[in-house]
Nanobody
Framework: VQLQASGGGLVQAGGSLRLSCTASGRTANRFVMAWFRQAPGREREFVAAIRWNGAITYYADSVKGRFTISRDNDKNMGVLQMNSLKPEDTAVYYC???????????????????WGQGTLVTVSS
């Protein structure tokens, strides 16, 4: 599976961005899809994840109520809608996918085998 992330950019605090992750090479319809981010000098951290049927989603506390993860399996695509952005959301955002994960494994980057190249999100104050 190849993942392609897009949609990053520069936005003012309080603004919105929509990130997309398109899968190719093999259908990712049954995969868990997730977003992680990494700010300079910091570890890669979990942002959000969604189960294959879209019925179950997971969010980091820092983004709950502001970010929404969704997917369109017909298009083999995942989306992260980011609203009310803050300067501390500035990071490179990566999409990731994995065929199957138990809930406790969903939050850790080391459990994902497939990764996109990252897209930079910069939020100015």
């Amino acid at each position: 599976v190849q993942l392609q992330a897009s949609g990053g950019g520069l936005v003012q605090a309080g603004g919105s961005l929509r990130l997309s992750c398109t899968a190719s090479g093999r259908t990712a319809n049954r995969f868990v899809m997730a977003w992680f981010r990494q700010a300079p000098g910091r570890e890669r951290e979990f942002v959000a994840a969604i189960r294959w049927n879209g019925a179950i989603t997971y969010y980091a506390d820092s983004v709950k109520g502001r970010f929404t993860i969704s997917r369109d399996n017909d298009k083999n695509m995942g989306v992260l809608q980011m609203n009310s952005l803050k300067p501390e959301d500035t990071a490179v955002y990566y999409c990731a996918a994995q065929p199957s994960l138990i809930t406790s494994s969903t939050y850790s980057a080391q459990n994902y085998h497939y990764w996109g190249q990252g897209t930079l999100v910069t939020v100015s104050s």
